[in-house]
């Protein structure tokens, strides 16, 4: 019977079912055939792999290119400027467009919202999230609507950048065709990190900002493995952007920067760097204080972007600088600039105007916000420093450049990416070496008091238990259910000792688990210990019962490793009971050593694929 069922089951799992159709069976079709020979290729060919992510990032090239264009439209229709000019300049903006924009835009967004949340009411997860706990999979519809969402936000003027949009669409692109392929867990991760440093590449028309954008932020690491498919990717989207966009860096710097600085410098960039760092957390703060307000408004959920929407509207009104990502008006401060009042109440204006956008309900990034925030930042401080040390406002393009990298770094959370993105904008290399000294106290000012970027503070502030991108979602798929044996040994707490000791000899098995009469779990018995020759002259009246111990100690099957070996610690026991949850009834049990082992092989294992050496613990185990 067994054998037949055996062979029945294989006859199944040996046929197609695209091959079945009308109750027949049909040959399968050749590009099925093909299908699978180039879902072999690409996962076991990093040659392979890499070609398909220059081809990918050719697509989220193109798809960053159509969302600048739309975003464009939008506020030339919306605020009758020329598709040439930045929202942010201010230039030819009425009062009467800056104030009812954003109140329209918020009502399509909160419309838009509200219908999400019925019908789909689950969080969206970005590559971050995705990484660290999924795997690498995420989901092109959701994302979809995520970056329509912020498109719409964007369009309406808020202050807010496409970033977010532009890495969720471009990893989620390169995540669904990596697991269409197949790829492995470590593949698909360096796959989806590709597709957001094609985004961030594209939007920036910065390569290699974009490529550590996504070895800091999404991959939560540099590794030899994912440098090919990243770097690749970030290029080839670079590229369509400047096919379509042009060649110019989103941020040129007309004016000459600082010649001939002195080492003494450096310690002002770094001084500025701390804070920047310090206005970050303020910053991060803000957004989410008017999250936690908004919500104990008097009005409908739908509202909510409705009366941000014209808060940041009548903030514009004195300073329209604040409306959009802040890339005109960037250039423009660079260039130009305002005088210290004026730019002390624009750096205000901009903060408060990028937390009433987050906090209302629009979607959007704080990376291009961030970067506006800080260039005036530096040329605050240095503006200030000049009235006592007037030789210091030779130094103002440098001190923007480092307010605008700290304090990136602080709220994004990746330094070396502002450093790159500085480099690529300005082709100086002094420049990119005083903005260093500013994004590394930044980064360690934050590191330090505060702990979070803006991302992850956000997760804790959820409840989801990761600080990074690093991959702890494998953790989580290794339950006890995959690690326990099912031939435990059950014994009822009334068999007497003599039939407890007959029935397991010593050697036989080291634990047995006694039920009571129910079948539930009472407690791990030592075989050992039951024969102890100082139990002879009592055995009469002993029974299993009173050698069960550890009763409030178990394992349920879907416990993770992690879970397991925290209650191995606290039971000091060898061996736990595998418990079913419902009834309280044993199902199997694990050992601390078997636990301990598959924990160090899975660890052995992402290790090798992280440096492209499937090989190199022969110990490890292939998922």
Not at 12 to 27: C, L, V, Y
Not at 53 to 66: E, K, R, T
Not at 486 to 493: A, F, R, S
Not at 505 to 521: C, I, M, R, S, W
């Amino acid at each position: 019977m067994a054998a037949r069922l055996g062979a029945d089951r294989g006859c199944r799992e040996m046929i197609d079912p695209h091959t079945i159709s009308a109750g027949r069976i049909m040959k399968p079709h050749r590009w099925h055939a093909h299908l699978a020979v180039i879902r072999r290729v690409i996962r076991n060919s990093a040659i392979a792999l890499t070609v398909l992510c220059a081809l990918l990032g050719f697509a989220v090239g193109m798809v960053v290119v159509a969302l600048h264009l739309s975003v464009r439209f939008l506020h030339e229709s919306g605020f009758n400027i020329s598709l040439e000019d930045h929202l942010s300049s201010g230039d030819a903006l009425t009062p009467l467009r800056i104030l009812a924009v954003p109140v329209i835009g918020g009502v399509i967004v909160g419309l838009f919202l509200t219908l999400q949340r019925q019908l789909r009411p689950r969080q969206v997860v970005d590559p971050i999230e995705a990484n660290a706990l999924f795997g690498g999979k995420m989901s092109l519809g959701d994302s979809s609507r995520l970056t329509a969402v912020t498109l719409l936000s964007n369009g309406a003027g808020v202050s807010l950048g496409m970033e977010a949009a532009y890495s969720q669409a471009g990893a989620a692109i390169f995540s669904v065709i990596g697991q269409k392929f197949g790829l492995r867990r470590s593949d698909l991760r360096g796959v989806l990190g590709a597709g957001a440093a094609a985004g961030i590449a594209a939007a920036f028309n910065a390569p290699l900002a974009g490529a550590f954008y996504a070895f800091e932020l999404v991959l939560g690491a540099y590794t030899p493995a994912t440098l090919a498919i990243v770097g690749v990717a970030a290029a080839t989207a670079t590229l369509v952007r400047r096919a379509f966009l042009g060649a110019a860096p989103t941020f040129a710097i007309h004016t000459p920067l600082a010649p001939g600085m002195t080492p003494w410098d450096y310690l002002f960039y770094a001084l500025l760097g701390i804070a920047a760092g310090q206005l970050g957390v303020i910053t991060m703060k803000a957004v989410v204080l008017f999250e936690r307000a908004f919500p104990r408004l008097p009005v409908q959920s739908w509202a909510r972007p409705v009366i941000g929407g014209l808060m940041v509207g009548v903030i514009a009104l004195a300073f329209p600088e604040v409306l959009g990502s802040g890339h005109g008006a960037l250039v423009y401060s660079i260039d130009t600039g305002w005088p210290l009042l004026p730019l002390t109440a624009l750096l205000a204006a901009k903060i408060l105007a990028s937390a009433i956008s987050l906090g209302s309900g629009f979607r959007g990034g704080l990376f291009s916000s961030s970067l506006f925030i800080g260039s005036l930042f530096g040329a605050l401080v240095v503006q200030a420093g000049a009235l006592v040390y007037p030789a210091l406002s030779d130094q103002r393009t440098v001190f923007m450049l480092v307010g605008m990298g700290a304090m990136a770094a602080a709220v994004i959370g990746s330094p070396m990416t502002m450093v790159m993105l500085v480099l690529e904008s300005t082709g100086d290399f002094a420049a990119a070496l005083a903005v260093l000294a500013g994004v590394v106290t930044a980064s360690l000012f934050v590191r330090v008091t505060f702990g979070y970027s803006f991302a992850t503070w956000r997760f804790h502030l959820r409840g989801v238990p990761i600080h990074g991108a690093h991959d702890v979602g494998w953790i989580a798929d290794l339950k006890v259910a995959r690690m326990m044996r099912e031939d435990g040994d059950t014994v009822p707490v009334g068999m007497p000792l003599a039939r407890l000791r007959e029935a397991y000899p010593l050697e036989t098995t080291k634990y047995v688990f006694a039920v009571d009469a129910a079948g539930h779990y009472a407690g791990v018995i030592d075989v050992t210990a039951a024969h102890n020759p100082t139990l002879d002259a009592a055995a009469a009246g002993i029974v299993a019962g009173d050698l069960a111990y550890g009763r409030r100690f178990f394992l349920l099957a879907d416990d993770d490793v992690r879970t397991a070996l925290k209650h191995f610690e606290e039971a000091e026991l060898e061996a736990l009971p595998v418990l079913d949850g419902m009834e309280g009834r044993v199902v199997g049990y694990l050992t601390e050593t078997y636990a301990l082992r598959r924990y160090s092989q899975e660890i052995e294992t992402r290790r090798a694929a992280e440096l492209g050496e499937r090989d190199l613990f022969e110990s490890g185990v292939e998922k």
